[in-house]
């Protein structure tokens, strides 16, 4: 899965041990490859069809975050973030289509759903193998952009460790939010029938270890997703290895395991992840594609196929560097 829009892309502990700022826009989803909604018809792309209910489903997203980082003095750092988000959920039912935003049904197909808000972090560096981070997010979600909106929040608070010459770094970090989702009956698709349940707690570590000059780094991530308000773990396993052909660029490829326990429901899946890196003196353009099964955001016990691109462009030491 990808992290959670409300969560910083990257641990904040990080924030202790960068060296220069850095400007920064990423946009993420699958909007990329589902066609939007056209008069009445959803072309799809990827989806999921239940042959025993004739319902098709598509959970499609389109995610931006925008910001600053950057270091003050020798052990702080700082970062604000801007996020934007319109997830999207509808059922396809023969001639029928059913459209959601959780928790609160949609009415209209105009009124997708719209998450706006921001992150501010900070990372410190208690000793150069060592560093403490967190971020705080407060988000508005909302089912119609002009109406009144609900203010949400979440953090996300971590630790790294690194060796003398950062050829191994390893970092955890954990992350909760009180926004809610929407479970659709998948047998009546009514839109009184929606249960409104919590987010998941979000628990990312991650191993990685720096080869042949720091041109060639092994991943290991691991990540978590457990609920309070009812039986929902998943977790997922993704090893991944990338290497730098030159200064200015690098290709890099991951495979993902995956389990799911959801309610009774016991479910394996996996994923595959490639990207590329360009270079250009401070200016960074990253492609990633992705695709995995992951549990779904309609239907309880149900993975969904998820295919998601994310692009990065950044760049760094900007105004402010340390040595």
């Excluded at 009144?148 to 191994?168: C, H, M, P, Q, V």
Aim: proline share 4%.
């Amino acid at each position: 899965m990808l992290t959670p829009l409300y969560y910083n892309d990257q641990n904040p502990a990080y924030l202790g041990i960068i060296r220069t700022d850095k400007i920064f826009f990423s946009n993420s989803g699958n909007h990329f490859v589902f066609p939007a909604m056209m008069g009445a018809t959803i072309n799809y792309f990827t989806s999921l069809y239940i042959q025993e209910k004739n319902v098709t489903l598509a959970e499609m997203d389109s995610n931006v975050n925008f910001g600053y980082s950057f270091p003050v003095g020798d052990n702080l750092g700082f970062s604000l973030e801007g996020l934007f988000s319109s997830p999207f959920n509808s059922a396809n039912e023969g001639d029928k289509i059913y459209i959601f935003g959780p928790p609160e049904p949609i009415q209209s197909s105009q009124n997708i759903r719209w998450i706006l808000g921001g992150i501010v972090s900070v990372g410190y560096k208690i000793f150069d193998s060592l560093a403490v981070g967190l971020g705080v997010s407060i988000y508005a979600q909302t089912p119609d952009f002009f109406q009144t909106a609900l203010l949400k929040f979440g953090f996300n608070a971590g630790i790294l460790y690194r060796n003398i010459d950062e050829s191994f770094i390893f970092d955890t970090r954990i992350g909760y939010g009180n926004g809610d989702e929407g479970i659709i009956n998948i047998d009546t698709l009514n839109q009184e029938d929606i249960k409104s349940v919590n987010l998941p707690i979000f628990n990312e570590n991650t191993f990685t270890f720096a080869f042949n000059k720091k041109d060639t780094f092994f991943i290991v991530k691991q990540i978590n997703y457990i609920c309070i308000d009812r039986i929902y773990y998943y977790g997922s396993i993704l090893p991944a290895i990338e290497h730098f052909f030159a200064d200015w660029f690098s290709l890099r490829v991951g495979i993902e395991g995956s389990y799911a326990l959801l309610n009774e429901s016991h479910n394996l899946g996996f994923g595959i992840l490639s990207g590329i890196t360009f270079r250009s003196g401070n200016f960074d353009i990253d492609i990633n594609i992705s695709y995995r099964l992951r549990p779904s955001r309609m239907v309880e016990e149900l993975l969904y196929p998820d295919f998601n691109v994310l692009i990065i462009l950044s760049w760094n030491d900007v105004f402010i560097s340390r040595e």
